[in-house]
């Protein structure tokens, strides 16, 4: 397998795997928080975070695609296992948008290293990422906002509930 190619350093490769892991990783972190959310009853948060998970393999299929268009095949990684187990619906919400933190740190710093590298393929590719980011991060921190406006009482969460559904598209 090549792991070099003309416009790609071995730095490159190495983050743009890294890149579809993290993304893949993060589809299967939102199909638990999904499984959860639908095993206790939160139908509508449920069918958000199953669209969250879905997004993710298209965020995965970009740094894909870089890597193939530039002869180097791409690894499908093994993933972690995400944690199974959450307390409540906002529990769930923290734990996204810590998780979304983490993300865009990790897409700063792809673009950071492409931008010091010249390579400003990767350099246009780690912008969109950091692009969709700023997406993810207000979308979790409406969430947010919402229970603080609102409280974390059942009756409140059950309203927070159906919103988030119809959020879904
Ligand atoms: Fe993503
Ligand atoms: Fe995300």
């Not at 969430?143 to 959020?167: C, K, Q, V």
Request: proline share 2%; charged share 30%; net charge negative.
């Amino acid at each position: 397998m090549k792991t070099k190619s003309e416009f790609l350093s071995g730095e490159m490769v190495d983050l743009l795997n890294y890149r579809v892991e993290q993304e893949e990783y993060s589809s299967r972190l939102y199909l638990s928080m999904s499984t959860w959310l639908d095993d206790e009853g939160f139908a509508g948060a449920a069918k958000l975070f199953k669209q969250y998970s879905n997004e993710e393999l298209v965020h995965a299929t970009k740094a894909k695609k870089m890597l193939l268009a530039n002869g180097i095949r791409p690894i499908t990684p093994a993933l972690k296992q995400p944690k199974q187990d959450y307390l409540s619906l906002p529990d769930v919400i923290i734990a996204a948008l810590a998780h979304e933190k983490e993300i865009t740190r990790q897409c700063y710093d792809l673009t950071k290293v492409a931008h010091k590298e010249g390579n400003f393929m990767v350099v246009e590719l780690g912008l969109w990422y950091c692009k969709e980011q700023a997406e993810e991060l207000n979308k979790v921190q409406y969430l947010i906002g919402r229970l603080e406006a609102f409280g974390e009482e059942l009756s409140m969460l059950r309203e927070l509930d159906e919103e988030m559904g119809e959020l879904a598209d």
